[in-house]
């Protein structure tokens, strides 16, 4: 089986190809696979682990598309059923030079949102080493969420370490109250949680990282919180520990900032399942977020052991290095 785990909604996405064109007026398109859970899996195997991936698909053309890709990616897929009945997600994105592009999102009562937890019951967790939760798929429907709770209480049953990025998608849900109430339960179970500033005004009601950091460590599970704070990097706290900066890197050019939140999750990730240390993991995560924000796909900026090493010679530093700030 695999060292890694998660569970999410692939989409089908449709990518403009013309740059800043709005989506309206858009019209050449290319066809990728997209979805926050599936990329982090699509990273830590290209960083040479193995993976497995929870989800459903359409059984239809976009479903099949969908599977080839995460074939392709040699990402595990015994856990990805196929539905006769609902469709595979679709997103539109926009191509733009630089900073957050639009994107529409056609996902309601999608394939995914009626992903059973039944499924869960059979899902062999005996090998995996990290297993990686993110706040859309209890989002997307009823249905998923319970599947969400059920392979979450099997992962701290058998005491597998998790991470849990909140992923806010305030339009999966039917109000702000209902998602800062239901994220901030969920991250309870995680042992590292993974905020971003941003995210933290919502959750918590402050940007400060040292404040968010306090926040989620209240939870008995909870061990670590790691707040992401873009270009500058990441503030890590650690429970009954003093909090310290790991510095970010600077990128050549902001391409497109889609999946850098992901890029972190994954560097972070395949550097504790390769015994680093966590300050080495979170400049890995600060690392892969800054090669992904240069490029425009969802996961296209995703290194190889050979990338990454080569960006780390470019910024003149090793893995072993710890670049710290006080707090």
Not at 22 to 31: G, M, R, S, V
Not at 245 to 268: M, P, R, W
Not at 271 to 278: C, I, Y
Request: glycine share 8%; with cysteine.
């Amino acid at each position: 089986m695999s060292e890694f785990i998660t569970i999410g909604e692939p989409l089908t996405t449709f990518a403009s190809i013309d740059a800043d064109v709005d989506l309206a007026h858009a019209e050449n398109f290319k066809k990728i696979v997209g979805g926050a859970e599936l990329n982090v899996a699509i990273g830590v195997s290209r960083l040479g682990h193995s993976t497995e991936y929870i989800s459903r698909v359409g059984k239809e053309p976009l479903g099949e598309f969908v599977k080839n890709q995460i074939d392709t990616n040699n990402v595990g897929s015994d856990y990805i059923s196929f539905d006769d009945q609902y469709w595979t997600g679709i997103q539109l994105k926009q191509k733009v030079t630089k900073g957050d592009p639009a994107t529409y999102n056609f996902r309601r009562n999608s394939a995914a949102t009626h992903l059973s937890p039944d499924i869960i019951d059979k899902v062999d967790l005996s090998d995996v080493k990290i297993a990686h939760m993110s706040g859309i798929f209890p989002a997307i429907s009823k249905t998923a969420q319970d599947s969400f709770r059920r392979l979450f209480k099997r992962l701290n049953e058998q005491h597998i370490f998790t991470t849990f990025d909140p992923n806010l998608r305030p339009s999966l849900w039917p109000d702000e109250e209902t998602m800062v109430k239901t994220i901030n339960e969920l991250a309870t179970f995680a042992d590292v949680v993974l905020p971003g500033d941003n995210e933290g005004e919502v959750l918590v009601g402050t940007r400060d990282p040292e404040t968010i950091a306090d926040f989620y460590l209240k939870a008995e599970r909870t061990q670590t919180v790691i707040v992401k704070v873009g270009p500058q990097g990441a503030y890590v706290k650690n429970k009954g520990e003093e909090g310290y900066f790991i510095n970010g890197f600077k990128a050549a050019q902001v391409v497109d900032t889609v999946g850098a939140g992901d890029g972190f999750a994954l560097g972070y990730i395949t550097a504790l399942l390769e015994g680093k240390s966590q300050k080495s993991a979170v400049m890995r995560g600060n690392a892969v977020g800054c090669l992904q924000v240069q490029t425009p796909g969802d996961n296209d900026g995703y290194p190889t052991k050979k990338e990454l090493a080569d960006f780390y010679a470019t910024q003149g530093v090793e893995e072993t290095d710890e670049i710290t700030s006080s707090h």
